[in-house]
């Protein structure tokens, strides 16, 4: 199934979302004269329109980009029939779901959690470890079990539809997980807020029927998202194990730090992955950024990747370019 028919499938609301009620708490922003400063926008990887609709509205209203942020993956994460992100996720090779995620603020705090099972929202629950822990990452039961403390509903995240997909593939498998270019739905977004700060999450399911206890790129701060407030923020999608070999996100903030474009930045940083390779790559990256003057970049390895926007109370979905 591609992204646009479940994201068309998908009836879910927010009221039936079971994540941290911190999250959903209104706010308003504004400066000392008691208006906006700045126009917010939320970018997302993939053709995700009522996600980050969600996001930018929440923006609209006066909410932080975190927050935001994690509103719109929450969309995502309760749509059982995405395959890729929280609940009806692609299992691992033992038939069973694990979570990752991450995310990082304006201030550079950051949280993750790593192969958790039986806790959809896990970006909401990477915030919880960033505010009320210790510590930066959390991983597998330990991530479970702070969830729980912290009043997460546990639930069966292997959907009929997902498990009759890896019973499939059991079958001619050899073990080995699918790698394709069309096995990359992280969702990864950026938000923008009044404040003029800005946020992102990462979430995902992971590589499909991975060796149990894998972790891809997306919950690693620097690999699958980065933001630096002065500079920008980045976010990847695609085979994780590529992207921690050039710490991507991490790369493209840096190179706009050094004055690069958005785009420009995207583009290198793709060009990095693909001079590693012997010919044509067999897998698919792809980046997603935004500077603090609001200019995007997208950028791919092969062609078929997009990346959707709010602002101005408008969404739209846009094919990204590529190498191939």
């Keep these: 199934m591609n992204r646009k028919s479940f994201i068309q499938r998908s009836s879910l609301g927010i009221s ?17 004269k008691g208006v906006a400063s700045f126009t917010p926008f939320a970018l997302a990887t993939w053709d995700v329109q009522r996600a980050v609709s969600t996001a930018g509205k929440a923006l609209d209203q006066g909410s932080n980009a975190l927050d935001a942020s994690i509103q ?37 705090n950051c949280g993750a959690v790593l192969a958790v ?3 959809t929202h896990v970006a909401a629950l990477a915030k919880d470890v960033m505010e009320k822990t210790p510590h930066v990452i959390l991983a597998g039961e330990g991530a479970r079990k702070f969830a729980l403390e912290q009043g997460y509903q546990a639930e069966n995240l292997l959907s009929e539809e997902s498990k009759k997909a890896w019973q499939k593939w059991l079958k001619n ?3 080995q997980p ?3 270019i069309e096995n990359h739905d992280t969702i990864g977004m950026l938000c923008f807020d009044q404040q003029g700060e800005l946020s992102g999450t990462c979430t995902t399911s992971g590589l499909a029927y991975k060796m149990k206890g894998r972790v891809g790129d997306s919950p690693i701060i620097g690999s699958g998202l980065f933001v630096d407030n002065s500079v920008g923020a980045a976010v990847a999608t695609g085979l994780g194990e590529e992207v921690i070999k050039t710490v991507g996100s991490f790369l493209i903030v840096e190179l706009m730090k050094q004055g690069k474009s958005p785009q420009e930045a995207c583009e290198i940083a793709i060009q990095r992955i693909v001079e590693k390779q012997k010919g044509k790559p067999d897998f ?9 003057q609001g200019a995007i970049g997208a950028f791919s390895i092969h062609k078929g990747f997009s990346y959707t926007i709010y ?8 094919d990204s370019k590529s190498i191939f």
């Design 16 to 32: 039936s979302l079971l994540i941290s009620p911190s999250v959903f708490a209104k706010k308003t922003i504004k400066n000392s």
């Design 72 to 108: 719109g993956a929450a969309i995502e994460e309760a749509d059982i029939h995405n395959t890729t992100v929280g609940k009806g996720g692609t299992p691992d090779r033992e038939g069973e779901v694990t979570l990752d995620a991450c995310v990082m603020d304006a201030k550079g």
């Design 117 to 119: 099972q039986n806790i």
């Design 173 to 175: 498998s050899n073990y």
């Design 178 to 180: 699918e790698i394709n």
């Design 284 to 292: 698919q990256v792809a980046y997603v950024a935004t500077n603090k």
């Design 311 to 318: 602002k101005n109370n408008k969404c739209q979905n846009i």
